[in-house]
């Protein structure tokens, strides 16, 4: 497995890509902002191989890439959302950001700067953050909960994980007990007030995550946790959203 980020980004959009190498089919689950080429930058990994592109996500810190590849897998219920370029069109700064939003991402964790850029370089000389959009395109493979990545000698098994975004999923390797979490579940602050979030379906995915037998959690930020781990955020993310149940 290969992990892969964009390290001069700040870590409220730095989405962690994790590549797997497969006997028939390689899988690289999420694609970062897309500020460079990910196959280009990566030649070692992608040229010549039969790749499966599978976003956790619509949201633009893990789509960003996607269009690179030929084969784009993504929940059903985010299929219209990736092809809409009005939706694909990310920030890379806080201009504009209103105050209640930047405050309820403080109290959340994350301490964006106010009016001021989210990246700490320049990815190429010439580079207009403000231009900055990724491609919007469609899926060829719409994905549901229990469908099945069949890599050849790994299956990933999709588990529909919807509250961060309707259509978020994750990708529950059984046999090795690693779970890909996406933005479902990281060691970090977790987001729950997008205009699509649902903090009663997140709820209910909290109390799934919690029963499954992990041993490894690679989620869509921040480092990798054990199965302690994740039980630990689970429950914290309930007490704080569902005190009493
Ligand atoms: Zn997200």
């Given at each position: 497995?290969?992990?892969?980020?964009?390290?001069?980004?700040h870590?409220y959009l730095?989405?962690?890509?994790?590549?797997?190498?497969?006997?028939?089919?390689?899988?690289?689950?999420?694609?970062?902002?897309?500020?460079?080429?990910?196959?280009?930058?990566?030649?070692?990994?992608?040229?010549?191989?039969?790749?499966?592109?599978?976003?956790?996500?619509?949201?633009?810190?893990?789509?960003?890439?996607?269009?690179?590849?030929?084969?784009?897998?993504?929940?059903?219920?985010?299929?219209?959302?990736?092809?809409?370029?009005?939706?694909?069109?990310?920030r890379l700064h806080t201009r504009g950001a209103?105050?209640?939003?930047l405050?309820?991402?403080?109290?959340?964790?994350y301490d964006l700067p106010v009016e001021a850029e989210l990246l700490t370089?320049?990815?190429?000389?010439?580079?207009?953050p403000?231009?900055?959009?990724?491609?919007?395109?469609?899926?060829?493979?719409?994905?549901?909960?229990?469908?099945?990545?069949?890599?050849?000698?790994?299956?990933?098994?999709?588990?529909?994980?919807?509250?961060?975004?309707?259509?978020?999923?994750?990708?529950?390797?059984?046999?090795?007990?690693?779970?890909?979490?996406?933005?479902?579940?990281?060691?970090?602050?977790?987001?729950?007030?997008?205009?699509?979030?649902?903090?009663?379906?997140?709820?209910?995915?909290?109390?799934?995550?919690?029963?499954?037998?992990?041993?490894?959690?690679?989620?869509?930020?921040?480092?990798?946790?054990?199965?302690?781990?994740?039980?630990?955020?689970?429950?914290?993310?309930?007490?704080?959203?569902?005190?009493?149940?």
């Amino acid at each position: 497995m290969t992990h892969i980020t964009e390290p001069h980004v700040h870590t409220y959009l730095r989405c962690n890509i994790w590549h797997l190498r497969g006997r028939d089919t390689d899988v690289v689950i999420d694609s970062g902002l897309g500020l460079v080429s990910l196959v280009g930058s990566f030649p070692e990994l992608f040229a010549g191989r039969r790749v499966l592109a599978v976003a956790t996500h619509y949201h633009f810190d893990h789509v960003g890439g996607f269009h690179e590849f030929d084969d784009r897998a993504i929940h059903e219920a985010e299929a219209h959302l990736i092809t809409d370029e009005t939706v694909m069109a990310g920030r890379l700064h806080t201009r504009g950001a209103s105050p209640g939003q930047l405050a309820q991402l403080a109290e959340a964790g994350y301490d964006l700067p106010v009016e001021a850029e989210l990246l700490t370089a320049a990815p190429f000389a010439g580079f207009d953050p403000d231009a900055y959009t990724v491609t919007p395109c469609a899926a060829n493979r719409l994905l549901h909960d229990g469908d099945v990545v069949e890599m050849g000698d790994r299956s990933l098994e999709v588990l529909h994980l919807p509250g961060h975004s309707p259509g978020s999923i994750g990708l529950w390797d059984a046999e090795r007990r690693v779970l890909f979490s996406g933005d479902a579940v990281y060691d970090g602050p977790l987001l729950d007030f997008d205009a699509d979030s649902d903090v009663a379906a997140y709820c209910e995915t909290m109390r799934r995550l919690r029963d499954l037998p992990a041993r490894r959690v690679h989620g869509g930020h921040e480092a990798s946790f054990d199965g302690a781990r994740l039980r630990e955020l689970c429950d914290a993310y309930l007490h704080r959203r569902s005190p009493g149940s």
